[in-house]
């Protein structure tokens, strides 16, 4: 396209415009796709691993406050289960 673009040749004027369209759509198209895209995803899974951070703190909190009565031994809960991140995420 780049010779469309500097206008060579016979009608090369009536042709640049398009070409300067088709080079900037593709540079446009390769930084979107390689750059903002894996950029958002990383920020919408930090985001959402703080969520997730903060909905766990409030529901700890909350369930200590249930629990302030006299508790027995036999009142054993199992440990909450461990969060495991995809590595496809990483």
């Given amino acids: 396209m780049m010779p469309s673009a500097l206008a060579f040749g016979a009608g090369g004027e009536f042709r640049s415009p398009m070409a300067l369209a088709v080079i900037g759509g593709l540079v446009f198209s390769t930084v979107l796709s390689l750059v903002f895209v894996p950029a ?4 919408m899974d930090d985001i959402g691993s703080l969520f997730w951070r903060f909905g766990k703190k409030l529901l ?15 009142d054993h809960k199992a ?9 496809a995420a990483e």
């Fill in 79 to 87: 440990p909450p289960p461990t969060i495991v991140h995809s590595p």
């Fill in 40 to 43: 958002m995803f990383m920020m």
């Fill in 60 to 74: 700890a909190s909350s369930g200590e406050n249930e629990h302030t009565g006299a508790s027995h031994p036999s």
